[in-house]
């Protein structure tokens, strides 16, 4: 048995998580993968080794031993984060949850130190060059956001990000890059069109 299968059985049973729990979170039809990859019989494919550790909510380096005592971390390398997983959102049906099945894409895994809730794949240069057009960005589900933080807002069936600002009656969601949006302005009945689904507490980027 090697030491990926024993720590994958060890932090399961630890976080009080069953094999079909296990596997469901994986995207695994029934229990009995999750029994042969335990029982060393079946390996992890490389590509599934990072959603392993987001569904077990540790890092790939303490998966593989590499970290806690298992081993020391070669020069130049940094032991991954504890990870979770999250809902990758797309399009968002008005007067659904913005996590409805029908909203999500897939799941990935993001830092647990980020405590978000959901993530939405970013579409367009307004918040650049802060957050720049197929970001995915990670949000935090909250009703409200402190002045100027980057919010994802409900407007109809559309989301968007700004950062967030309450002007006397008025909500002003300004965009980074002004040239691109000027800044959207709403009062009176127009409020009720909006819904602050939560702020932005990370980001994922591709190179």
């Not at 932090?11 to 039809?29: C, I, P, T, V």
Request: some cysteine; overall charge negative; hydrophobic content about 40%.
């Amino acid at each position: 048995m090697s030491v990926l299968s024993t720590r994958i059985r060890l932090r399961r049973e630890e976080l009080g998580m069953s094999q079909e729990e296990l596997a469901s979170r994986m995207g695994y039809r029934s229990k009995s993968s999750i029994t042969k990859i335990e029982k060393g019989i079946n390996d992890i494919p490389q590509n599934k080794l990072e959603d392993f550790a987001a569904a077990l909510e540790t890092s790939t380096a303490w998966l593989l031993g590499l970290e806690n005592g298992g081993g020391v971390i070669p020069e130049g390398f940094e032991a991954m984060p504890r990870m979770a997983r999250v809902p990758l959102v797309g399009s968002i049906a008005c007067g659904t949850p913005i996590t409805a099945e029908q909203n999500i894409e897939r799941y990935i895994g993001v830092p647990a130190a980020w405590h978000a809730d959901f993530a939405l794949t970013c579409h367009g240069d307004s918040m650049a060059p802060t957050i720049q057009d197929g970001d995915i960005v990670c949000i935090r589900r909250q009703p409200e956001v402190e002045q100027g933080e980057i919010a994802a807002v409900r407007i109809g069936e559309e989301a968007t990000l700004k950062h967030f600002h309450r002007q006397g009656d008025a909500v002003v969601l300004l965009a980074d890059n002004a040239a691109v949006c000027p800044p959207m302005i709403y009062a009176g009945p127009q409020l009720a069109e909006l819904q602050i689904e939560g702020r932005a507490v990370g980001l994922c980027r591709s190179l």
